[in-house]
């Protein structure tokens, strides 16, 4: 069948049906009917894409709605009094204490998005073959899509193996740690403190989710026996730190908490 515009062309040249605003009319009321049994009727996948769509169109049209409705809205002025400050230097006299709102928003926001002055801004890549080692299995050893983590790495204390059959990466319970050597760069002082879980690993978002600890990583670790406080007075269970060694060569983690 051909891809022109030969409907187009057919209605330049001979016109449009008599009843055709009629139709369409009719489509448009039907439509309604249509959608409805359609979303009745779906399942699995396409009634997952349909929703969506649906529910696009109905957000969409509830924006407008509300444009609209912001449009119509009549605004009663009242009679100025005499001495009085327009709206904009109204917050004047609450300046100091909103800069120092926004501060600890920004403090806040940057802490979110991992952005501190890290010990270790470069990290040296390594490769697949020094960080995982094949394991061949099967009856005839013809299999190799196992893999053994060479380095230190953390597991919490809620995970469970899967069955050998279906583990694809093996983590050995030798190189598996707990705690780490953290430094506290404004005291001075290094304490053994608890690990909490891998935030990144600079080498791979893999080693990130398998928990792999290399050089530069960042962990995320319990520092409420520290006694830290925020501003307003809570105390604060768990901060970053850095890793400064290569645990997997020294036997330990040394790390810097990123103040």
């Not at 891809?3 to 448009?28: C, M, N, P, S, V």
Request: charged letters at 30%; proline letters at 5%.
């Amino acid at each position: 069948m051909p891809q022109h515009d030969y409907i187009e062309l057919h209605q330049k040249r001979f016109g449009k049906r008599l009843d055709t605003e009629e139709r369409a009319r009719k489509k448009a009321a039907r439509q309604p009917h249509e959608l409805a049994e359609k979303a009745q009727n779906l399942k699995g996948l396409k009634a997952k894409m349909f929703n969506k769509e649906r529910f696009k169109e109905k957000a969409l049209m509830k924006k407008q709605m509300l444009a609209h409705e912001e449009k119509d809205i009549e605004v009663n002025v009242e009679d100025v009094k005499d001495g009085a400050v327009p709206t904009y230097l109204l917050d004047r006299e609450q300046q100091q204490q909103s800069k120092v709102l926004t501060n600890m928003l920004k403090q806040k926001r940057q802490e979110k998005a991992g952005k501190w002055d890290v010990p270790i801004a470069k990290v040296k890549q390594m490769s697949e073959g020094e960080m995982f080692q094949v394991i061949e299995s099967g009856k005839r050893k013809q299999k190799s899509w196992k893999r053994r983590i060479n380095k230190v790495c953390f597991v919490p204390e809620t995970f469970t193996r899967k069955p050998p059959k279906f583990e694809r990466y093996i983590r050995p319970t030798g190189l598996r740690f707990k705690k780490a050597n953290v430094t506290h760069p404004e005291l001075k002082t290094t304490f053994s403190l608890p690990l909490l879980g891998v935030k990144k690993n600079p080498q791979s978002a893999l080693y990130t989710t398998l928990g792999v600890i290399t050089k530069g990583t960042v962990l995320e670790v319990n520092v409420s026996e520290l006694g830290l406080v925020t501003q307003t007075g809570k105390v604060i269970w768990s901060k970053y730190a850095q890793v400064t060694n290569n645990p997997e060569l020294d036997g330990c983690i040394n790390a810097t908490l990123l103040v």
